[in-house]
């Protein structure tokens, strides 16, 4: 249960920089509730992960989902580049959080 607890936070922290996004495109409420709820669901549920899953693992899958999934993002709604060397890191960001998992 731990790494679903996980896996939501990270969508979290996507969501809130989503989120931070679109209050600097927009300030409205939607976007206001969108940046706040994305950051405090992802601290609530990274705190419920972080029972059984140790910090550092728990950190790195975190962040990594939240880096990529904001790259990503950011590439599919709002026009980023979509170069093939931001490919490359982006899988390195995924490798490095699957190599602190599988020596951990």
């Not at 996507?14 to 992802?42: P, Q, T, Y």
């Not at 989902?65 to 093939?84: H, K, L, N, Q």
């Amino acid at each position: 249960m731990s790494w679903f607890f996980l896996i939501v936070a990270g969508v979290g922290e996507m969501a809130g920089v989503i989120g931070i996004n679109m209050v600097n495109r927009e300030k409205s409420l939607k976007s206001f509730i969108w940046f706040i709820g994305g950051f405090v669901g992802s601290f609530v549920f990274l705190t419920l992960a972080m029972n059984t899953i140790q910090m550092s693992t728990a950190y790195a899958v975190w962040t990594g989902i939240g880096t990529v999934g904001s790259a990503i993002a950011g590439m599919a709604f709002y026009g980023e580049s979509a170069d093939w060397r931001r490919i490359v890191f982006i899988s390195m960001i995924i490798a490095a959080a699957v190599g602190l998992k599988l020596v951990s």
